[in-house]
């Protein structure tokens, strides 16, 4: 049996979340508005584990061939069971996002369901139903709802998980809505489900009559904000940093939401978003303890 690896270093680990805290500020969005909000400790996990995240939807989003995409993805999926059993000292991403798994406890395999989500998207799958997306959309962001609750902990392991999964999956139908164009024209890819396309007239394409496509955008927002609703009740089982956290990351989504569906029509013009100073206001209030 060969040595263990030497355990790293505290300023090898600190500079593996310094790099991880770096690709979190300068690409998520909208997620580090309330990741700055948590303490040191799970601030630098929540990085970790975004920075994996986005690792996994680059390959998925990258221009690789769909062959190619998923070979890097079988190799993503080894590299985190080597993250998950030992110190991978050469890939600060993996570094940290391993120690953060020891330390936190984050499940190995939601962290692979994000992986498997992917692989979807590679397949460049269809949705007939509404329940079939939603299992990707677990995949995809309820997966990274449980794996963050295991860095915040909770006043109900029983309920939370399930809460979680119903607030990524609120989350994963807003962005769907919001990039409807851009999946459709650049990647090739519309998540819509077939059967509602059908049901309001519009093409498999996610074209046709403008009320009828208003009416579509309407109708999957009010399927997200049921799952808001739900999801939301995650909120009073955190304690106040990381509730501040969530709050902050749904609540600009949630707005998000609120604005594709008084202007259903936008998202077929440009990409829907909120200014700074609109997150930076969600986020004080989540801090506060104010609903956005």
């Given amino acids: 049996m060969s040595a263990a690896a030497p355990t790293p270093a505290p300023s090898e680990l600190a500079r593996a979340y310094a790099r991880c805290a770096e690709i979190t500020n300068e690409q998520a969005r909208n997620f580090s508005y309330g990741i700055r909000l948590l303490p040191g400790e799970k601030r630098q996990a929540m990085s970790a584990l975004y920075a994996f995240a986005r690792r996994v939807d680059d390959v998925g989003d990258g221009p690789l061939p769909a062959s190619d995409k998923l070979n890097e993805l079988a190799a993503l999926r080894r590299a985190l069971h080597e993250a998950a059993t030992s110190e991978v000292r050469e890939d600060p991403v993996l570094l940290a996002l391993g120690d953060a798994m020891r330390r936190f406890a984050i499940p190995a395999s939601a962290l692979g369901e994000l992986i498997t989500g992917c692989e979807m998207d590679c397949r460049q799958q269809r949705y007939r139903t509404f329940e079939e997306l939603v299992e990707y959309c677990r995949c995809v962001a309820g997966s990274v709802g449980r794996c963050s609750l295991a860095i915040f902990g909770s006043s109900s392991p029983e309920a939370a998980p ?130 956005a």
């Avoid at 998540?191 to 498999?204: K, V």
């Avoid at 999957?220 to 009073?236: H, I, T």
């Avoid at 709050?247 to 259903?264: D, E, T, V």
Wanted: with cysteine; aromatic share 6%.
């Fill in 162 to 291: 399930e809460l979680a999964d119903r607030l990524g999956i609120a989350l994963q139908v807003t962005n769907i809505l919001r990039d409807i164009v851009e999946d459709r024209d650049v990647m090739g890819r519309v998540y819509l489900p077939t059967d509602d396309l059908e049901r309001f007239g519009c093409s498999p394409d996610v074209r046709g009559d403008r009320q009828a496509l208003a009416d579509l955008v309407r109708f999957e927002a009010a399927r997200a904000e049921a799952a808001y609703a739900d999801g939301f009740r995650l909120l009073p089982l955190l304690d106040r940093r990381s509730r501040a956290c969530v709050g902050a990351m749904a609540g600009i989504y949630h707005r998000l939401l609120l604005r594709i569906k008084a202007q259903p029509l936008a998202p077929f013009g440009t990409r829907v978003s909120l200014p700074a100073w609109e997150k930076s206001w969600v986020a004080a209030r989540s801090l506060a303890g104010v609903s």
